[in-house]
């Protein structure tokens, strides 16, 4: 725990942007500096604090990014932090610069990033969930997933209406390679017939007779949500001759199967994209005060989060050691509804 009130601060953003990231940065500053701490931001997540690349922060320089999209930071991967030579570089750098607290705003990875740091310098350390795929445990929600949520249900909403025209089925890819929190909130939201999951195994066989009953009882279009973390793992053919790699490839083995044209959509980045929904807006703002808060209690090592309506935090390493379960509820549900 850090003993005196820190006098400045730096922000930064990593990995894979995240609607909503400006609101967090935003909200940091401008608490920050209301508690008359000084704030830099250094560009391109942990490459920005290795290469002294960074801006002084105030009131007017995060003015009207609320609603912007990606990151006025910007994002980057930095090889060079991954070895203990680069952090320690990096630790330098935050010495001179004198920066007392980092906020970290990314996903696990950069939350593994801010953890190894710990090793190389004694500041405090505050990471912010930002990541769209809703993966990091001790928080319910994560800054980027009410907006990459929006943005796929818009897209497949277009997608539904030319299923129904040509009485097609459309396998339509979303994001989420080790978590399905995006395709199954999706595939709540648009009403698929199915959605398959990275925590479920597929069963292709299954798959496909449960497409053949719906047809057999009238059903002429069916809409399959998959997030892209199945066919990245693979799904054996049915003759069981070769996995399935991608989603065009799982079209192909349904049609030739069933019989029935079969496409599929990938929506790839469009989902990070694009303005933060109201939800999102509203989570990072209150999550880049609270940060400030209890960076001024002396915290480090945590991330902030909301568990249950209540902001708290949690220790840095719980993020990605404790596991993040899918709702049981919703799970049972997407089937009786579709």
């Not at 199915?194 to 007779?209: A, C, M, Q, S, Y």
Request: glycine fraction near 12%; charged fraction near 25%; include cysteine.
């Amino acid at each position: 725990m850090a003993s005196d009130k820190p006098r400045k601060a730096g922000i930064i953003t990593s990995g894979g942007d995240a609607p909503g990231m400006n609101a967090a940065i935003r909200a940091i500053t401008r608490v920050a500096l209301r508690h008359e701490m000084a704030v830099v931001g250094f560009y391109r997540g942990y490459t920005g604090i290795v290469n002294e690349d960074y801006v002084d922060l105030d009131r007017k320089s995060v003015a009207n990014i609320v609603q912007r999209g990606g990151t006025i930071l910007r994002s980057a991967r930095c090889k060079e932090f991954m070895t203990p030579e680069g952090r320690d570089k990096a630790a330098e750098n935050l010495r001179k610069l004198g920066v007392d607290v980092l906020f970290v705003i990314g996903g696990d990875g950069s939350l593994r990033g801010a953890a190894a740091l710990r090793d190389h310098w004694d500041g405090q350390l505050i990471g912010l969930p930002g990541t769209i795929d809703n993966d990091l445990a001790g928080t319910d929600y994560t800054i980027g997933y009410f907006t990459a949520l929006d943005t796929a249900l818009h897209a497949i909403d277009k997608v539904r209406d030319t299923a129904d025209a040509f009485e097609r089925i459309f396998l339509v890819e979303v994001m989420g390679r080790m978590a399905g929190f995006i395709a199954l909130g999706v595939g709540i939201g648009c009403g698929a017939e199915e959605v398959l999951l990275p925590e479920r195994p597929v069963d292709l066989r299954e798959l496909i007779g449960r497409i053949q009953d719906s047809r057999a009882m009238g059903k002429t279009s069916c809409l399959i949500v998959v997030a892209e973390g199945v066919v990245h793992r693979g799904v054996r053919s049915l003759d069981d001759r070769i996995t399935i790699h991608d989603s065009t490839m799982l079209a192909k083995e349904i049609q030739k199967e069933t019989g029935l044209d079969s496409r599929a959509v990938i929506l790839g980045h469009i989902q990070r994209g694009g303005n933060p929904a109201a939800l999102d807006r509203i989570l990072a703002s209150s999550l880049g005060a609270y940060a400030v808060e209890v960076a001024l209690e002396g915290a480090t090592g945590v991330m902030v989060g909301v568990k249950s309506q209540a902001r708290c935090t949690v220790p840095l390493e719980e993020t990605w050691t404790k596991h993040s379960s899918l709702d049981e509820y919703l799970l049972k549900i997407q089937r009786l509804l579709a």
